[in-house]
């Protein structure tokens, strides 16, 4: 499923596209799926696929198309502090999404059937948090992730604000699945062939409507164990923050704002240009002279115009600065990360505020 859009060079470009196809429509959407690169969810000897608009599957790894993830962040209607559960939550790649936009007093949560998948999204999470630049820009509600069939959740589980499963539902399940959503929540999830959003809007009164056709593969339908038992899934509890986590939240929040306050008077918060203005140079001048009737043409001499060898230089200049440009980028640079190392606090409670990040 997928190719819709055009594929991109790099991540920015391959939501651009996504944007102009409309795809993407809301601001929040869009920041959250450039702040997290697709290619990073991918094994490394298939990145060069991750900007394509196509799935991806490699043995249980999983990733759908980005014009269906669109779709699913735009259906959602995310909003900071809404609970998530996320059915085949896979790589965790919109589990981490999402997690941008729900913030720090959200809930995210989410089921996946195979054990090695989700040691992979415990993974990319934690190279997430440990070294995307973008991890400091927002304030983050972290995925937790548990193994087991999303058929199989225990009775007594919490409901959601917001529930998308990834995997085709068939009609005898859409109950089961209606039930996990709080009065006015979302479920989104494919659906006889079509991706579509349901809306609960009273105790037994829903809203559907079809958002376009899908081919997903259908819910693997649980496996009684040896005693005849259903392997009941165990959510994570909805555990309360502790008064130091609060604290590094509020003083993380104190500190952005000063920024924000900062960057509006124009107090420096600028970062270096990537690229350096092009130098002009001077260019060789052909003088006519016109005398009487008669045209009279010749290059007046001028010492200074004689530039070939200094001009030949200066390209060779060009290119090798160039190059190397290209080849190391200028880092962008952390200005909360570098507030936090100047307080004057000891060193371990500075890296306690920086979640003990790597930069």
Known sequence: MGGAVSAGEDNDELIDNLKEAQYIRTDLVEQAFRAIDRADYYLEEFKENAYKDLAWKHGNIHLSAPCIYSEVMEALDLQPGLSFLNLGSGTGYLSSMVGLILGPFGVNHGVELHSDVTEYAKQKLDVFIRTSDSFDKFDFCEPLFVTGNCLEIAPDCCQYDRVYCGAGVQKEHEEYMKNLLKVGGILVMPLEEKLTKITRTGPSAWETKKILAV??????????????????????????????DLARLAIRGSIKRAMRQEATRGGGLKSTPMFKRRRLRRR???????????????????????????DAEEDRREVAERTLREAKPEPPVNFLRQRVLRLPLPDPLKYYLLYYREK
């Open 284 to 310: 060789r001048m052909e003088t006519i002279v016109f005398l009487d009737k008669e045209v009279f043409a010749s290059r007046i001499s001028n010492p200074s115009d004689d530039t070939s060898c200094e």
């Open 215 to 244: 081919s997903f593969a259908p819910l693997v339908q649980p496996c009684r164990s040896e005693s005849g038992q259903p392997r009941l899934v165990q959510l994570p509890p909805l555990a309360v923050r502790s008064l130091q």
